[in-house]
C-alpha cells in the first residue's frame, strides 16, 4: 500500500554479533534474512521469538493501528485507485513487505502473501506482500519456521532526512537454508492515464496533485528454499498489478 517515491528495495550485509540482551549459543549465527526497504509507515511489529510455529496472523501481531504511536491516514490503493483523503494505516504494507522477504531468504517457508493493485517498482517484482481490513475481511501476510531452531525476528528503522528505513533481521544458529529468486518475467499490462479530480469543498485555485500515473504488469518469479543443498519448497509466484491512473485534484468551490 506505500506509495512514496520509487526506490528499489536494498540488501543489507549479515551482523555478526547478536542483538542486545538476546542469548543464542556461541557458535551462533545469522541466518541469510536481513531485507530493507523505505516506507512511510513502519509501525507494529517490533520484534519476538518464533519456535516451530507459523507467523500466521500480521494483524493480530501488530494490533489495533488506532493505539500505535504516530499512525495515521496515510495513502492506499483501494479499488485499483489511490485514494486522495487517505486510509488510516495506509503504507504499511512497507512492513508486511519488508518482513516477508526476510523471511523467506531466511529459509521461512511463506504461506499467505497477496500482490498490491498497484505495480509498485522500488519492491522485488512480484514479491510484495499487501495487507490491508476492509470490514470484517482482511488480507495477511504468514510464513512458518519449519527448522527445529527457535528464530529472532529484530526490526530497526532508521531516519534518513526525510526518508524513513525499516530493517526486518532473522536471527538463529545456522540452519542449511538458503533461497534463491530466479526466472523472473515482467510483462507490460494495461496503460495508466492522468486526470482531473474536480473536488466542491476546495476553493478555485486549490490543485493538489495527488499521484502519478502508473502502469500495469504481469509478473511471474520464483521462489526456491534449499535445505543443505536440496530443494525443500518452490513456488512460482504470478502478480497481476492493473493499472492505477493519475491523479490531480482541483478546486470548483466559489
Sequence with gaps: MN????????FSPLASKKPPGVKIAPD???T????????SSVAGIVGGVLSGLIFKNFWKVVGDLHKLPGEGPGN??????????????????TTSTTLFNAAFRAGMIPLK?????????RYPPGLDATVWIVGNTKQTMSFKNDTQYP???????????SRRWITFKIWSVPNGRKATVTNTVIQPGE????????????????????????NGARVWTTVTIYDHGKVHWRKRY????????????????T
Excluded at 32 to 39: E, L, Y
Excluded at 238 to 253: E, H
Design 3 to 10: 506509495l512514496g517515491a520509487n526506490l528499489l528495495p536494498i
Design 28 to 30: 551462533a549465527n545469522l
Design 32 to 39: 541469510p534474512g536481513v531485507f530493507c526497504t523505505r516506507g
Design 76 to 93: 492506499a490503493i483501494e479499488g485499483g485507485k489511490i485514494t486522495v483523503t487517505g486510509a488510516f494505516g495506509g503504507g504499511i504494507c
Design 113 to 121: 502473501r497477496q500482490n498490491h493493485n498497484e505495480f509498485i517498482d
Design 151 to 161: 528464530i529472532l525476528i529484530q526490526r530497526t528503522i532508521r531516519n534518513d532526512g
Design 191 to 214: 496503460r495508466a492515464v492522468s486526470r482531473i479530480v474536480r473536488d466542491p469543498t476546495k476553493p478555485v485555485g486549490y490543485r493538489f496533485f495527488n499521484n502519478a500515473a502508473v
Design 238 to 253: 504470478f502478480s497481476n498489478y492493473p493499472a492505477v491512473d493519475g491523479v490531480t485534484v482541483v478546486g470548483t468551490k
